[in-house]
T-cell receptor, first 114, second 111 residues
């Protein structure tokens, strides 16, 4: 149990385009989903917390207009990186938490912006 | 806020036992997690402690002392595949479900 999927696993895009990443909890209802970014050899950096049906809570320094988060249902959250630039290239990881609050992570999405 | 400290790197020998420590200073506490992360992959859940004491799960055990703000992850009978980064994360008592992660301890297991 507690499987979280993420799609796509890898994406390469041109500078200025937008990229959408999907995060799904496959076998449980996620009351809360989290989005992280991780640069090579660094720890996870929490970007935002999202609850189903409400606006996401962004961490300090994370631009909400650049990283759009939608949590449309208890099993799906999406992160859209708008007008992507090379500095946005990173490993984006989502996690989902149900009633136990244990976070289960998706496999991650490696974004490369050319 | 939360401040979490764990060693940056550790090295151990295959078949041995290794203990990875984590200390935390928090404004609120509602549980501590350990995750394993292999290079290029997402973290996977190992353990969760909310009460003092030792939780054993196969080759892995996790200990918590809330009064000391201290936890450790104990790995027994080390295998080469245990080479990974181990992340300590503290769940915030004020924001349900939100956890703060330490920088991780990179464990290298040598033959």
């Amino acid at each position: 149990g507690a499987v979280v999927s993420q799609h796509p696993s890898r994406v390469i895009c041109k500078s200025g385009t937008s990229v959408k990443i999907e995060c799904r909890s496959l076998d449980f209802q996620a009351t809360t989903m989290f989005w992280y970014r991780q640069f090579p050899k660094q720890s996870l950096m929490l970007m935002a917390t999202s609850n189903e049906g409400s606006k996401a809570t962004y961490e300090q320094g994370v631009e909400k207009d650049k990283f759009l988060i939608n949590h449309a249902s208890l099993t799906l959250s999406t992160l859209t990186v708008t007008s992507a630039h090379p500095e946005d290239s990173s490993f984006y990881i989502c996690s989902a938490a149900g009633t136990t609050d244990t976070q289960y992570f998706g496999p991650g999405t490696r974004l490369t912006v050319l | 806020g939360q401040n979490i400290d764990q060693p940056t790197e550790m090295t151990a020998t295959e078949g041995a036992i290794v203990q990875i420590n984590c200390t935390y200073q928090t404004s609120g506490f509602n549980g501590l997690f350990w995750y394993q992360q292999h290079a290029g992959e997402a973290p996977t859940f190992l353990s969760y402690n909310v009460l003092d004491g030792l939780e054993e799960k196969g080759r892995f055990s996790s200990f918590l002392s809330r009064s000391k703000g201290y936890s450790y992850l104990l790995l027994k009978e080390l295998q080469m595949k245990d080479s990974a980064s181990y992340l300590c994360a503290v769940r915030d008592g004020t924001n349900a479900g939100k956890s703060t992660f330490g920088d991780g301890t990179t464990l290298t297991v040598k033959p």
